[in-house]
């Protein structure tokens, strides 16, 4: 008894190779690579992208608050607010709904989403915001931090 399970025992100690999991490791790294060029490469996200994600985002939320409402799309007030940064290019879009409620949505996939929303009012900018320029001031460096941020981990 004891001989045959040391016969097993050698069979199956020299039959375990780490090769193929050295092999399928190295494939995982390769294509985590590749994966994070592509999503630096498409980071942006256009204003039509963005008015979907408001879209999305309010259809899912009063479909799961309210069921006695009807799930019909919001329709947009006017035209969305783009929040450039000093190059001109989008940071965040502004998008106010005709019956209420509005949406800021980042335009870049390496923040959230969606950064704030309201059911009721609208969003517009002005001289006296307050405590709201003061956001949107933090929120602009924080969406261009969260690009480098990215940036500096892809180059490393």
């Known amino acids: 008894m004891k001989v045959v399970f040391l ?5 199956l100690f020299f039959s375990c190779n780490d090769s193929d999991y050295l092999n399928v490791e190295q494939e995982f790294i390769d294509s985590q690579e590749v994966s994070n060029k592509l999503e630096d490469e498409s ?3 256009s204003l039509s992208k ?10 899912g939320r009063t479909a799961t608050t309210t069921s006695s409402r009807s799930t019909q799309t919001k329709q947009i007030d006017g035209n969305p607010i783009k929040i450039p940064d000093e190059n001109g290019t989008p940071l965040m879009y502004i998008i106010n709904y005709r019956d209420g409620g509005f949406a800021i949505v980042s335009a870049t996939k390496n923040c959230y989403p969606v950064l704030a929303y309201s059911d009721e009012g609208s969003f517009t900018l002005s001289k006296d915001m307050g405590g709201a320029a003061v956001w949107l ?4 460096k924080a969406i261009i931090d969260s690009d480098s941020r ?6 490393k």
């Open 43 to 45: 980071s942006f996200v």
């Open 50 to 59: 963005a008015m979907e994600v408001a879209d999305v985002f309010f259809n």
């Open 7 to 11: 016969l097993c025992f050698t069979a």
């Open 137 to 140: 001031d933090n929120t602009k």
């Open 150 to 155: 990215v940036n500096f981990f892809i180059e």
